[in-house]
């Protein structure tokens, strides 16, 4: 396979022409024929270059409204014929088909149409055909064509060229055929998912395409024998944390990263709310608070398991000012995710030079739709993202106490939280602060005994009199398929308590309920999150 391959002749038929006149000049400075399609060879030469049409080559006029101009023997000849074997050689002798060395292309901006909200027929009209089909002809021949698809890749482009006498290496044609293929491939993946979900309203097609962009190499894995890295899917993206500004600290980590989505995703439940402060460990809340100001909230999420907060992750759903930054710092935290910070905020945070601070503008919207993927062994499982909300008119009590007010708003704050911890997950909540989180056991009935130990050891930290959990709420994900989960937490003091219902032993459940006085209600919806 030859290494080195004179550029004589270039075809270039470009959408994005950021860069063209540098890359005109460049290529002139070597002899190369410039080859061009209607408005690309218009403008080389508005900037001097001398330009053949594409129609002078092929023989035939651009027709169909631009949609049949490359599609010809002529053009493909040029990039699929294989120069050193002589069958191929003789054909394109025969048949007068000159080759072409160099391929510049970008194609029609298929999803900027589509973020435009245009309507159906222009954006079937932004679906490249002929662009592609060069695209991937010349990839497929890389031996002896050079493909460039991104007007960044210009100047190794040329670079290439002044080095190697007007001549390009194997390794750099190799490079660009592979970013070539992904390119293609993307932008079909691109158009089958419009035809999906936008034009055919298939929530899972038979063929589910995605594709997604290198954001991020990481300094590893979840463990450090794991190499990592954060892709972004190309399409519309919403706010959220892989599009926040790092403002300072050391490069995240994929724990960071998982980790500070699951604080993020949290705290925006209350993006509308009081201020609101999460902490987040291992992907698992471990103090949510709401309270006014930002820093009374910090000071409340803390308050619940101090412990488990050394080295977390930080979110709230308010800028946020100096005075917060400076209480925060005062212990170890790995990353915070906010809104906003003001400069002073900023200044204080500056201090400590290994945390990230992540702003994310506008908080992701907690009922938006959309679809979760996960890998399994042999397969991937794709579910819509839970955005379940329950109000207060759906809950319904089964209980012969009814709830007071307050009980019914600690439910329901409890069961906010409650939908963002491992199954199975317990919560405690009172006045707008969790009292105690229990995640990720194997039974339901653990899950409210560890809760309330952690709530314990905050009243004996923090010197209060007794647990939060005295006169709390407590939201369970899934229901209590036996009375011993409920009657634990009623032990740790709860006295209302808010759960999906749809047990078999409901109504064993719902007497232990009463024979304890609490009031309980159904939400009919479960929150698993495994």
Known sequence: MTDLVPVRRALISLSDKSGLAELATGLARHGVELVSTGGTAAKLREGGASVRDISDLTGFPEMMDGRVKTLHPKVHGGLLGVRDNPEHAAAMAEHDIAPIDLVVVNLYPFLNTVMSDADRDTIIENIDIG???????????????????????????LSQLDTNQGATTLEFRRRLAAKAFALTAAYDSLISQWFAYADLGLRF???????????????????????????????????????????????????????????????????????????????????????????????????????????????????????????????????????????????IFAKKKNLRLLLTGELPDPARRGQTMTVIAGGILVQDRDNGMITRDQLKCVTKRQPTEQEIADCLFAWTVAKHVKSNAIVYAKDGVTAGIGAGQMNRRDSARIAAIRAEEAAEANGWAQPRTVGSAVASDAFFPFADGLLAAAAAGATAVIQPGGSIRDDEVIAAADEAGLAMLFTGMRHFRH
């Open 131 to 157: 662009g592609p089909s060069m695209v991937r002809s010349a990839a497929k021949n890389h031996a002896h064509v050079a493909i460039v698809t991104d007007p960044d890749d210009y100047r190794e482009l």
């Open 205 to 347: 097609p038979p063929r589910w395409t995605i594709s997604s962009k290198l954001a991020l190499e990481l300094r590893y894995g979840e463990n450090p024998h794991q190499r990592a890295a954060l892709y972004i899917p190309e399409g519309p993206v919403g706010t959220g944390l892989a599009t926040a500004r790092r403002i300072q600290g050391k490069e995240l980590s994929y724990n960071n990263l998982n980790d500070a989505s699951a604080a993020l995703e949290l705290v925006s439940e209350f993006r509308n709310d009081a201020p609101t402060v999460v902490i987040v460990k291992h992907a698992n809340p471990c103090g949510v608070a709401t309270r006014e100001p930002l820093l009374d909230a910090w000071k409340e999420a803390l308050s619940c398991d101090s412990v488990s907060a050394f080295g977390g992750i930080v979110a709230t759903n308010r800028p946020l000012d100096a005075a917060t930054a400076e209480a925060i710092t005062e212990i170890f935290t790995e990353v915070v995710v906010a809104p906003d910070a003001d400069d002073d905020a900023k200044a």
